[in-house]
């Protein structure tokens, strides 16, 4: 852990819940009248003291967020970025801010759980309850630990590390250790969180965890420690080698899986586009959400438009996405090309995904009668709402995950003002549609397909949607629930740690399909898109694929991110080879 990330447990332990005035959906306290001995009294004071675990603590992970889940896994093109180039090393800030925030979320988390144990006077179930978030908002932020840094410290008690000053004698815990500790913290949470968030505002419940838990356990099925080598040294990284996976651990995927789907009472949502609307932040879909909220706390908001959307797409001259873009591969796994006039929309989340040529939104500018991607670019509509006038984007498309549009938007589907670099757009971290998807693969096992009737039925739920032409299948390989799990979570933070999962049992594989991808972006589409939007004619003789640039140079050595440079300085132990952690040492 770096110094920054101590200073953050400190203040953590000092003020108990520092950050609460970042919470939207319920009363905070005030922040000049309260300490963890008078607090945490009753039922509302718990529930207010754990909201900001929602949001504040993730806010510097949000960028790494991204850049790692879909730069790094080839969904989306980020100019020269060292995560499209594979050129990434510890000095790079995303980096130290994303293992900044998740760190900080694990000592927020931590401090909340202890105060909340020690607390009197609110109900049983209710403190229980906001103490079972807490743990699996530990667990989320250890799983994107090991499957991004692989092995690290693991970071039970912050408290005691900051009593005893040993945070630069902190040594890195195995992987199976960490995988392990991570099922420790869910399985308690499950015996702490009700069946059913009561509060209908989006907290975690039962059902939750156990999706996590699922998620958790087909990660961890295909690693193994006897088919690992922990190379220590300038750069601290694993080696692994194809093997089958851990049986036991895909039965309990599935079975969690299982009980999340029969028994949540959760349903998938009727239009996959209305997933990623503010008046859909809270839904059966979402089983994890980052609760992002607007106000005069920074941290608490979500940025991504500002990284993610064309210059000038909102009032607060905050975006500067455009040169950026889904990938030119993204766009093939959907049967979509930039060059051709034609939107084949065969799968509807393609749209929900990027925009692209030729593309209308009905839920953006609802203000202005709807919005139109070229018409945005090339003339712009009324206020301070123009284009850049000239086609940026080098492949040929735009996010739409994540956007919400302007503020007349924000206040329709949000519910309230946007601000700038600042909306109330949850983010997803976890939804039912990959609890289906989990049970497919689970199921599955080693084999190659399946014809499991539930896997088949889930599998055509969650395609069927996308593609209402798709029809029920009698079976489905593995090949299908990897491409599928792709198509549904695109540009969600998540594609990376699939492959990372992937090549825990099958590294070639996981290499050759990075590989292979089309990572470059197109020549010429300014020209080809302004002619057509003016005249109408649509002309690609001056518009081609760079091939010319080098496919990125993928190694073992890729799937595992460096540790940003800061935190080896303040700890050296942090290079050398893990050690063995004693895991009954752990207590809640």
């Known amino acids: 852990m770096k110094r920054y990330n101590i200073k953050t447990i400190t203040c953590a332990v000092i003020l108990g819940f520092g950050l609460t005035a970042c919470s939207d959906y319920l009363d905070h306290p005030t922040e000049d009248n309260y300490d963890t001995s008078n607090y945490y009294s009753n039922d509302a004071q718990c529930r207010a003291g754990v909201n900001y675990l929602y949001n504040s603590p993730w806010y510097d992970f949000q960028r790494g967020f991204f850049k790692v889940g879909e730069v790094l896994s080839g969904n989306y093109y980020w100019g020269s970025s060292p995560y499209l180039t594979f050129t ?28 909340l144990k020690a607390s009197s006077g609110a109900s049983e179930s209710v403190r229980n309850a906001c103490m079972g978030e807490c743990l699996v908002w530990k667990a989320m932020a250890y799983f994107y630990l090991v499957r991004s840094f692989g092995a690290v410290p693991i970071i039970h008690d912050p408290v005691t590390i900051i009593n005893n000053q040993a945070a630069t004698s902190v040594h890195k815990a195995k992987i199976s250790n960490l995988y392990d500790y991570i099922v420790l913290l869910l ?31 087909l990660t961890k099925a295909g690693f193994s420690e006897s088919n690992t080598t922990y190379n220590s040294g300038t750069y601290s990284y694993i080696t692994c080698t194809a093997h089958q996976r851990n049986e036991e651990d895909l039965a309990n995927a599935a079975k969690y899986a299982l009980d999340v789907i029969e028994n949540s009472g959760r349903k998938l949502e009727a239009n996959y586009e209305d997933i990623f609307r503010g008046n859909h932040n809270v839904s059966d879909e979402a089983l994890i959400s980052w609760a992002w909220t607007v106000g005069s706390n920074w941290t608490c908001q979500n940025s991504l438009q500002s990284d993610l959307a064309v210059e000038g797409f909102d009032e607060y001259g905050d975006c500067w996405g455009g040169w950026n873009g889904p990938s030119v591969d993204l766009q093939d796994a959907f049967g979509e090309n930039a060059l051709s006039s034609t939107r084949y929309n065969v799968d ?33 509509y009324t206020g301070d709402l123009n284009g850049p006038g000239q086609f940026e984007s080098p492949t040929g498309a735009q996010e739409v995950k994540h956007i919400y549009g302007d503020d007349a938007d924000h206040q329709l589907y949000v519910g309230g003002p946007a601000a700038r670099m600042s909306s109330g757009l949850y983010t997803h971290l976890l939804r039912l549609s990959d609890v289906y998807l989990i049970y497919c693969e689970a199921v599955m096992g080693n084999q190659t397909s399946t014809t499991d009737p539930k896997a088949l039925e889930y599998f055509y739920d969650v395609r069927h949607r996308g593609i209402s032409s798709y029809k029920m299948p009698t079976s489905i390989t593995w090949e299908d629930v990897w491409k599928e799990r792709r198509l549904e979570l695109a540009c969600e933070g998540d594609r990376w740690y699939d492959f990372v999962r992937r090549y825990y049992y099958d590294p070639q594989g996981a290499i050759n399909e990075i590989k292979g991808q089309r990572r470059n972006g197109y020549n010429g589409l300014d020209e080809l898109y302004k002619n057509y939007y003016k005249s109408g004619a649509w002309n690609t003789s001056n518009a081609s694929y760079d091939k010319t640039t080098a496919a990125p140079n993928v190694t073992d050595r890729s799937f ?27 207590t809640f």
Request: glycine share 6%; charged share 25%.
């Open 348 to 380: 509807k989340r393609r749209k929900a995904t990027m925009m692209m040529a030729g593309d209308k939104y009905d839920y953006f500018y609802t203000d202005k009668g709807g919005f139109d991607y070229l018409k945005f670019i090339y003339q712009g």
């Open 560 to 586: 595992t991110i460096p540790l940003p440079s800061s935190d080896i300085s303040y700890n050296p132990l942090l290079m050398e080879a893990p050690e063995d952690f004693d895991l009954s040492t752990i």
């Open 88 to 115: 990434l090393d510890g000095s790079d800030a995303d980096l130290a801010n994303m293992s900044a925030s998740l760190w900080a979320v694990n000592t927020h988390a931590t401090t909340v759980y202890n105060n």
């Open 187 to 217: 399985k308690q949470a499950i015996t702490l969180l009700p069946s059913k968030d009561e509060t209908g505002t989006g907290r975690i419940d039962k059902y939750s965890a156990e999706g996590l838990l699922a998620k958790v356990y």
